[in-house]
C-alpha cells in the first residue's frame, strides 16, 4: 500500500493509522537482500507523508527528488535508512528522529542472535552510529535512547526486534499528534489575514506528518484565516523552493517565493504580519538552533517589530544544553555552494563555509509552541515547565507558560 498520491494532494490528515502505517506493521522483520529499491506509487490518501512503515521496510519519500519526482526508496536496513538522513533524502529534526528509530529497529534485525548481552550491545553499537548520522537535530539521539531504553527491558532477542518495531510505530504516531496540537495552539497567534514568513521547510515533509511550522500555517488556515505566505528560497539546498513552496502549493494556501535576502524588503514595506519557523535543537535557555539564515531573519523581525515564532515538538528541546553556543552546528560540504544539479556555479578552488544552522538567541524569540504550550520569556523556567507537564497533558490542558507564572 502506498500512502501518497503523486498529484502531491494535501487535503486532510485522516486519523486511522491505516492511512500511515501499512497493514500488519508490527510482525517479526524478515532479511531480505535487496537493501534499497526505488518505488513510484499512487494512492487514494492525499496527506504527505514522508515516511511509512511496511513491516520489514522503511519507504522514503526521497526529498532530493522533489517537487519534481515522487520515488520512494524502499530501506530495508538500518545503513541505507543513515544514508538517506546524511544525504537529506529524509530531512527535518522530527522526520530524522522518526527515521532513526526505524534505523535502529531494523538494526535489530541484522543481529545475529546470541545471547541477549551480547545482542544489546551491538545494538548499542549501530544505536551510537545512528546517533551521529547528522549532530545538530536533538531529536535523533532522543528517539535512538529511547528505543535503547526499550531494548533494555526485554529479556531476549526475539523481543526486542518485536518491541522496537512497536516502539517506532509508536513514536511516528506521537509526532503526528504533536504537531496537530502544536498546528491548534499556534493557529492562535497567526494573523487572521495579511501575510505570514517561513524559511526553509517545518512542514509534512519534515516531521511524520502534518508539519510543525507549516503546520501552524496550516490549521489557521483550516480554521478560516485567509493570510498570504512568503517563502525564502532558503539557499543553498533550496528547502523553500523545492519542498515548503510545493506543500503549500497542494494546501492552496497564497504563496509567493523569494530569495532569502528578498526579506529585510518585504518586512519594511510592512507585509510581514509574523514569522513562523521550526527548530533543530532548543537549548535550555531558549536559544534556537535552526537552518542557517534562521538567525538573520529574526533580527531584521525585531527591526520591523515582526512577531517571531518557533514551532516544535518538546522532543526538539534540550535542557541539558544550557545555552545555544553548547550545541553542535553541522558543517556540510562545499559542493553544496559550489554548484547546483553539479553544474559549476562558482570557481574551481575557491573556499567555502557551509554551515546548515545558525544559533537565534533567545531575545529574539518572541515565542516557542510545542504541543504542550505556548512558552514565553523568560525560557530558562517556562520550557523546562513544559517538560515536565509530562507526555500525558492533553490537547486541552495545553496552554501559555511564562517564566513567572502559568497561563
Same mark, same amino acid.
Given at each position: 500500500?502506498?500512502?501518497?498520491?503523486?498529484?502531491?494532494?494535501?487535503?486532510?490528515?485522516?486519523?486511522?493509522?491505516?492511512?500511515?502505517?501499512?497493514?500488519?506493521?508490527?510482525?517479526?522483520?524478515?532479511?531480505?537482500?535487496?537493501?534499497?529499491?526505488?518505488?513510484?506509487?499512487?494512492?487514494?490518501?492525499?496527506?504527505?507523508?514522508?515516511?511509512?512503515?511496511?513491516?520489514?521496510?522503511?519507504?522514503?519519500?526521497?526529498?532530493?527528488?522533489?517537487?519534481?519526482?515522487?520515488?520512494?526508496?524502499?530501506?530495508?536496513?538500518?545503513?541505507?535508512?543513515?544514508?538517506?538522513?546524511?544525504?537529506?533524502?529524509?530531512?527535518?529534526?522530527?522526520?530524522?528522529?522518526?527515521?532513526?528509530?526505524?534505523?535502529?529497529?531494523?538494526?535489530?534485525?541484522?543481529?545475529?542472535?546470541?545471547?541477549?548481552?551480547?545482542?544489546?550491545?551491538?545494538?548499542?553499537?549501530?544505536?551510537?552510529?545512528?546517533?551521529?548520522?547528522?549532530?545538530?537535530?536533538?531529536?535523533?539521539?532522543?528517539?535512538?535512547?529511547?528505543?535503547?531504553?526499550?531494548?533494555?527491558?526485554?529479556?531476549?532477542?526475539?523481543?526486542?526486534?518485536?518491541?522496537?518495531?512497536?516502539?517506532?510505530?509508536?513514536?511516528?504516531?506521537?509526532?503526528?499528534?504533536?504537531?496537530?496540537?502544536?498546528?491548534?495552539?499556534?493557529?492562535?497567534?497567526?494573523?487572521?489575514?495579511?501575510?505570514?514568513?517561513?524559511?526553509?521547510? /517545518?512542514?509534512? @515533509?519534515?516531521?511524520? %506528518?502534518?508539519? +510543525?511550522? $507549516?503546520? !501552524?500555517?496550516? #490549521? =489557521?488556515?483550516?480554521?478560516? &484565516?485567509?493570510?498570504?505566505?512568503?517563502?525564502?528560497?532558503?539557499?543553498?539546498?533550496?528547502?523553500?523552493?523545492?519542498?515548503? /513552496?510545493?506543500? @503549500?502549493?497542494?494546501? %492552496?494556501?497564497? +504563496?509567493? $517565493?523569494? !530569495?532569502?535576502? #528578498? =526579506?529585510?524588503?518585504?518586512? &519594511?514595506?510592512?507585509?510581514?504580519?509574523?514569522?513562523?519557523?521550526?527548530?533543530?535543537?532548543?537549548?535550555?535557555?531558549?536559544?534556537?538552533?535552526?537552518?542557517?539564515?534562521?538567525?538573520?531573519?529574526?533580527? $531584521?523581525?525585531?527591526?520591523?517589530?515582526?512577531?517571531?515564532?518557533? &514551532?516544535?515538538?518538546?522532543?526538539?528541546?534540550?535542557?541539558?544544553?544550557?545555552?545555544?553556543?553548547?550545541?553542535?552546528?553541522?558543517?556540510?560540504?562545499?559542493?553544496?555552494?559550489?554548484?547546483?544539479?553539479?553544474?559549476?556555479?562558482?570557481?574551481?578552488?575557491?573556499?567555502?563555509?557551509?554551515?546548515?544552522?545558525?544559533?537565534?538567541?533567545?531575545?529574539?524569540?518572541?515565542?516557542?509552541?510545542?504541543?504542550?504550550?505556548?512558552?514565553?520569556?523568560?525560557?530558562?523556567?517556562?520550557?523546562?515547565?513544559?517538560?515536565?507537564?509530562?507526555?500525558?497533558?492533553?490537547?486541552?490542558?495545553?496552554?501559555?507558560?511564562?517564566?513567572?507564572?502559568?497561563?
Amino acid at each position: 500500500m502506498s500512502l501518497r498520491d503523486e498529484s502531491g494532494g494535501c487535503e486532510r490528515l485522516l486519523s486511522s493509522e491505516k492511512y500511515f502505517f501499512a497493514p500488519n506493521s508490527s510482525p517479526p522483520l524478515r532479511r531480505s537482500g535487496l537493501a534499497v529499491r526505488m518505488t513510484q506509487e499512487t494512492s487514494a490518501s492525499k496527506e504527505i507523508v514522508p515516511l511509512e512503515w511496511a513491516g520489514d521496510a522503511l519507504r522514503i519519500l526521497d526529498q532530493t527528488r522533489l517537487p519534481h519526482q515522487q520515488l520512494f526508496i524502499e530501506a530495508r536496513d538500518w545503513g541505507t535508512v543513515v544514508h538517506a538522513i546524511k544525504s537529506m533524502q529524509v530531512r527535518g529534526a522530527p522526520a530524522i528522529g522518526i527515521a532513526g528509530a526505524y534505523a535502529v529497529a531494523l538494526a535489530a534485525t541484522e543481529i545475529e542472535a546470541g545471547d541477549v548481552t551480547s545482542f544489546r550491545a551491538r545494538l548499542t553499537d549501530i544505536a551510537e552510529e545512528i546517533a551521529h548520522a547528522r549532530p545538530t537535530a536533538v531529536n535523533l539521539r532522543w528517539a535512538v535512547e529511547r528505543m535503547l531504553a526499550v531494548a533494555s527491558e526485554c529479556p531476549s532477542s526475539d523481543l526486542i526486534r518485536q518491541r522496537l518495531v512497536d516502539e517506532a510505530v509508536r513514536i511516528h504516531r506521537e509526532d503526528i499528534e504533536a504537531n496537530r496540537r502544536i498546528g491548534m495552539l499556534g493557529a492562535e497567534l497567526l494573523p487572521k489575514e495579511g501575510s505570514v514568513l517561513t524559511h526553509c521547510n /517545518a512542514g509534512a @515533509l519534515a516531521t511524520g %506528518g502534518y508539519g +510543525t511550522a $507549516l503546520g !501552524v500555517i496550516r #490549521a =489557521a488556515w483550516e480554521q478560516g &484565516a485567509r493570510m498570504h505566505v512568503y517563502a525564502t528560497e532558503t539557499r543553498p539546498i533550496l528547502q523553500g523552493a523545492r519542498l515548503t /513552496a510545493w506543500e @503549500l502549493v497542494q494546501m %492552496g494556501i497564497p +504563496t509567493e $517565493l523569494i !530569495v532569502d535576502s #528578498a =526579506a529585510g524588503s518585504v518586512m &519594511a514595506a510592512g507585509s510581514v504580519g509574523c514569522v513562523v519557523v521550526g527548530a533543530d535543537r532548543i537549548a535550555a535557555n531558549g536559544d534556537v538552533a535552526n537552518k542557517i539564515g534562521t538567525y538573520s531573519l529574526s533580527i $531584521l523581525a525585531r527591526e520591523h517589530n515582526v512577531p517571531f515564532y518557533v &514551532a516544535a515538538p518538546v522532543s526538539t528541546l534540550d535542557l541539558s544544553v544550557a545555552s545555544g553556543g553548547d550545541i553542535p552546528i553541522e558543517e556540510r560540504s562545499g559542493e553544496e555552494i559550489r554548484s547546483w544539479a553539479q553544474v559549476p556555479t562558482a570557481p574551481e578552488g575557491v573556499g567555502v563555509y557551509n554551515p546548515a544552522f545558525d544559533v537565534t538567541p533567545n531575545r529574539y524569540v518572541t515565542a516557542i509552541i510545542t504541543e504542550r504550550g505556548v512558552a514565553r520569556q523568560p525560557y530558562g523556567e517556562s520550557l523546562r515547565r513544559l517538560v515536565e507537564a509530562g507526555e500525558t497533558q492533553s490537547a486541552g490542558q495545553a496552554r501559555e507558560v511564562t517564566g513567572g507564572r502559568r497561563g
